[in-house]
């Protein structure tokens, strides 16, 4: 496991799934992500399966700078995690809320 490697959270735009915004697992949820355009999909975590279109070293940052990365990736359909699972979460959020780990 990456010491270094932190947890992402991943929405999904509803519109168009394949945008998405990273977000720091510890970092408040931004507030654009609220507007009821955006879902919860999944987290990214160390030693997890790969996101393609992801990049760890980009998402910083980005994240450093503005709390969120947005990258298009290529992911299965809203509802179902990278690894074809069902996907966690969803439902509304806070602004200011976290996303339990």
């Known amino acids: ?11 999904r735009r509803r519109s168009d799934g394949g945008l998405c915004c990273a977000v720091p697992a510890e970092a408040p949820v931004p507030r654009f992500l609220l507007c009821g355009e955006w879902d919860f999909g ?9 996101v393609r279109g992801f990049c760890p070293f980009e998402a910083e940052a ?6 969120f990365h947005l990258f298009l990736a290529f992911v299965p359909p809203l509802g179902t995690a990278p690894g074809g699972t069902e ?9 200011g809320s976290r996303i339990p780990s």
Do not use: E, K, L, Y
């Not at 010491?3 to 959270?9: E, G, I, K, L, P």
């Not at 980005?62 to 709390?67: E, I, K, L, Q, V």
């Not at 996907?87 to 602004?95: D, E, F, K, L």
């Open 1 to 11: 496991m990456d010491a270094d490697f932190r947890t992402w959270n991943v929405f």
């Open 42 to 50: 999944f987290a990214i975590t160390d030693g997890g399966r790969p």
């Open 87 to 95: 996907a966690r979460g969803g439902g509304s959020r806070t602004a």
């Open 62 to 67: 980005a994240a450093g700078s503005g709390g």
